[in-house]
T-cell receptor, first 111, second 115 residues
Framework: QQPVQSPQAVILREGEDAVINCSSS?????VHWYRQKHGEAPVFLMI?????EQKGHEKISASFNEKKQQSSLYLTASQLSYSGTYFC????????????FGAGTQVVVTP | GAGVSQSPSNKVTEKGKDVELRCDPI?????LYWYRQSLGQGLEFLIY????????KSGLPSDRFSAERTGGSVSTLTIQRTQQEDSAVYLC?????????????FGPGTRLTVT
């Protein structure tokens, strides 16, 4: 039930791009993305809904492939502040309202 | 406005003791979630409250874990006869309604250490 995230970790230089993937074995209703910095609570980034609606921060982009039950988060022109652990949370069509989170992708952006 | 608050921030307890962790959600939020995060791990779903509906307890790891939400607001997570594997950060989150179209606002967490 837990979604699978890849890669587990990525190291970037400022200005580089990266993609984080989230894959589920079950049909999805929504995918949520959060970022957690060390010692802090997770912070909301984006929600992607079945049917194409998205809610989130303008500087973050993501995609949701309903047929493949996958979502990708795009880190473009990365900044030092993008460092942290990124989690996807998936809401399946048979379990509304509840999110199962992946194991996380650790992102380190270096100068 | 005030965010989600949790208390205590840190709790050290001896194996076998009971502990209570408290969560004060954002006022007006009908959905409340508890998660557990072990060191370096992801967020493990424990329990979900939505309004006056029966809670979804499907993530509770054993019958030593229980939670209640009084008056649709404050929630308490109770762990009985604590074990060393219960050591983790326990995070509470609230949301205006169920998760689908609303972000979850997380509290700072309670770090539980069982010795």
């Amino acid at each position: 039930q837990q979604p699978v995230q890849s890669p587990q970790a990525v190291i970037l230089r400022e200005g580089e791009d990266a993609v984080i993937n989230c894959s589920s074995s079950k049909a999805l209703y929504s995918v949520h993305w959060y970022r957690q910095k060390h010692g802090e609570a997770p912070v909301f980034l984006m929600i992607l809904l079945k049917g194409g609606e998205q809610k989130g921060h303008e500087k973050i982009s993501a995609s949701f492939n309903e047929k493949k039950q996958q979502s990708s988060l795009y880190l473009t022109a990365s900044q030092l502040s993008y460092s942290g652990t990124y989690f996807c949370g998936t809401e399946t069509t048979d379990s509304w309202g509840k999110l199962q989170f992946g194991a996380g992708t650790q992102v380190v952006v270096t100068p | 406005g005030a965010g989600v608050s949790q208390s205590p921030s840190n709790k050290v307890t001896e194996k076998g003791k009971d502990v209570e962790l408290r969560c004060d959600p954002i006022s007006g939020h009908t959905a409340l979630y508890w998660y557990r995060q072990s060191l370096g791990q992801g967020l493990e779903f424990l329990i979900y409250f939505q309004g006056n509906s029966a809670p979804d307890k499907s993530g509770l790891p054993s019958d030593r874990f229980s939670a209640e939400r009084t008056g649709g607001s404050v929630s308490t997570l109770t762990i009985q006869r604590t074990q060393q594997e219960d050591s983790a950060v326990y995070l509470c989150a609230s949301s205006p309604q169920r998760a689908s179209t609303y972000e979850q606002y997380f509290g700072p967490g309670t770090r539980l250490t069982v010795t």
